[in-house]
């Protein structure tokens, strides 16, 4: 009876741990189905977003160009060397420069030849199956459809002009050196400032109220919205030391100063990982605490600090929000040649571009917006690869 | 060999900060050395001087000027030797603040507005040493009301707009907050369909220029109304949605029911979706806006400061370029953008007040 009784205890608690089990294992596959579900969100999202973009995006790397005859017979009237009657299909790009191009090239004059020309968006977006015509330029459009005198090409425009208000014509060029330009600038002020501050705090510095204040509020800095930063770049940049409005160097600066506080506690987290033992290793060897900084402690923790750096850079590189206080947020189709001048940048040409009616600005925004994930990516891959690279485990 | 090993590794990182920071401070004094030869070997480089010697005018001020100024600049940059202005979208009340800043070379050379300068503004502007200012007209532009293309016409008179639109409205003699939710609620004439109006949000100038050509103007000697009424309703039918008039577009593809409320160059870009409500009968076309028979239009305008005109090169040519017939004419290339061209005599004034240099005064601001 006893032993029964303990028996049928014994497969009684077995039967109670065995159902325990299974509950907890039932459990985690839940744990385990819900997390594999939150995955697969993000990634539809992920995969809907690009797709979308990218099937926008598309149509707007082919471009119609349509074959007419320059005429410029009459040297004195280059202005109509191609036939005002196709101002309807020809772009007004072309058209407009034609007295210029004469002049440019004395040998063309009492010429007449066929050549093909970029073709108005309105006709472009017309053959891609969007928006509608007159009825007259339709008509037109069928006519030289049917002769052959239209055919896509390469948008080549979208890489080798500036801003433009014919959408035919636009093109991120100016927009992408005015991001070099400004991203250079952003890394010569706040690498350097950072990665030093950063060094000073985590290797030099004495533990007390002042050191403490100070990280709480570089820590503070990282996490204030970036329109403050336009403030304060407006303020102090443009106002108080007169850097030139929409300037490529006030935009540097002030992404620098937006950059600064990720350096900083991107940089320390990447000192605070090498082990003690190297330090003491080499103040042990006699190094100065300099010496040991310079020789082991950095290079050990280069990797961490580029990291750090590039994800920075990417950050500024996408941000509009402080830009449009400092007037880089414009119409700047011209390249600029220093750092004084005019800038803008992508992300802006983005943010410009999405606002204007034409219908081909639609593609054309879609377009830009895959240029500038396809940097991103770029500058996240070289991060990922530096990290790779130089990485060392203890 | 092992040591060998680390010894490498180690140069090898020691130069990745090197390079970087020579990378970037190269492309800045390359930048920089740029930037002398721009200014003509005039400009002594730093940051308070490099302002005094501008290849560039500078041009600030209204979202709906904006494309116009812009298509001007592009047209300038293009067809002369001259650099292409820098034109930025500021809004009108922020375009003259940063206008009157001052009249040194380091302000902007023009603002653009989508309504006249105020009194204030303009007192302001005189405070800060600008004087010298003349007032430009460039054209109208037209405020439309739209809705999908399969919808069947539409007609509103003010007074119906402003009753869908106005946060209060009068009932037995007084004011109570907006009851109405279907558009036959107002009038038995208009259908029977919910009022969805999409339009632009408080801090736009076509929402400044609404509020004043429709409830301010119908309200003005409708009954209930003690004085002009100017409050959009936020109980719902009425939707702001973003400076982007292309999302209001959008918008009323989507929801087939609404209205929606933009500037007439959209209007004329997505003919193939959209069709405008006629006003008191009248549809918003070109010459209808021109004339002032369509009640919901406005005039745009730039300031220009004539201090300027002889510091800034190329300032005076682009001004004039703006305001030539060939831009702002009864066939011009602005019209293609959506301007509306003034008659031609009042072209023909504008063109006579810019070669005057004729000064604006605060007089003429204070009817």
Known sequence: ?????????????????????????????????????????????????????????????????????????????????????????????????????????????????????????????????????????????????????????????????????????????????????????????????GVLSAIYLEEFAPDNRFTQAVEININNLAAVPSILFGLLGLAIMINFFGVPRSSAIAGGLTLGLMTLPIVIISTRAALRAVPHSIREGALAMGATRWQTVRDHVLPMSLPGILTGTIIGLAQAMGETAPLLLIGMVAYIPDVPGSVTDAATVMPAQIYSWASMPQQAFVERTAAAILVLLTVLIALNATAVYLRRRFERRW | MLQGYSAMRRTNICLIPLAFAAAAAAAVTGCTEGGGGNDNGNGSGDGGDAAAERSQIRVVGSSTVYPFSSYVAEEFGATTDYSTPVIESTGSGGGIKIFCEGDGLDTADITNASRRMKPSEFQRCADNGVTGITEIAIGADGITIAQTKDQPALDFSLEQLTLAVAAQVPQNGELVDNPYEN?????????????????????????????????????????????????????????????????????????????????????????????????????????????????????????????????????????????????????????????????????????????????????????
């Open chain 2, 183 to 367: 558009w036959n609620q107002i009038d038995e004439s208009l259908p029977d369909r919910e009022i969805t109006v999409y339009g632009p949000p408080s801090t736009s100038g076509t929402r400044d220029a609404f509020e004043e050509l429709v409830l301010e103007a119908a309200t003005e000697d409708m009954e209930g109304y003690d004085e002009p009424y100017s409050t959009v309703r936020d109980d719902g039918p009425y939707v702001s949605s973003g400076e982007n008039d292309n999302l209001i577009v959008q918008k009323i593809e989507n929801d087939r029911e609404a209205v929606g409320i933009f500037g007439y160059s959209f209007l004329e870009e997505n003919r193939d979706a959209v069709a405008a409500v006629t006003i008191d009968g009248v549809d918003p076309t070109p010459e209808a806006i021109s004339s002032g028979e369509y009640p919901v239009a406005r005039s745009l305008f730039f300031y220009t400061k004539n201090s300027h005109l002889d510091r800034v090169p190329g300032m005076a040519e682009y001004v004039e370029l703006f305001i030539s017939e060939r831009m702002i004419g009864e066939q011009g290339l602005l019209r293609n953008e959506g301007l509306i061209p003034l008659s031609a005599e009042r072209r023909e004034t504008v063109r006579e007040r810019f070669t005057q240099r004729e000064s604006l005064r605060l007089e003429e601001l204070k009817d």
């Open chain 1, 1 to 193: 009876m006893n032993e029964e009784k303990t028996g049928a205890d014994g497969a009684g608690d077995k039967l109670t741990a065995d159902a325990r089990l299974q509950r907890r294992h039932r459990a985690e596959r839940r744990f385990r189905g819900v997390c594999i579900g939150a995955l697969g969100l993000a990634g539809a999202f992920l995969v809907l977003f690009l797709g979308s973009m990218v099937v926008a995006a598309l149509p707007a790397f082919t471009q119609t160009e349509v074959k007419v005859e320059v005429d410029f017979t009459n040297p004195d009237q280059a202005w109509r060397a191609i036939d005002p009657e196709l101002n309807s299909i020809v772009s007004r790009g072309v058209t407009r420069v034609l007295p210029n191009r004469l002049e440019n090239n004395p040998e063309l004059a009492g010429k007449r030849f066929e050549e093909w020309v970029l073709a108005k968006a309105e006709i472009d977006q017309f053959r891609k199956g969007k928006g509608s015509l007159d009825e007259e330029v339709r008509e037109r459009v069928e006519r030289f459809e049917e002769a052959g005198r239209f055919r896509y090409t390469f948008n080549h425009w979208l890489f080798t002009e500036g801003d433009s208000k014919l959408p035919e014509m636009a093109g991120l060029k100016a927009a992408i050196v005015g991001s070099i330009y400004v991203l250079a600038l952003t890394l010569a002020f706040a690498f350097p400032i």
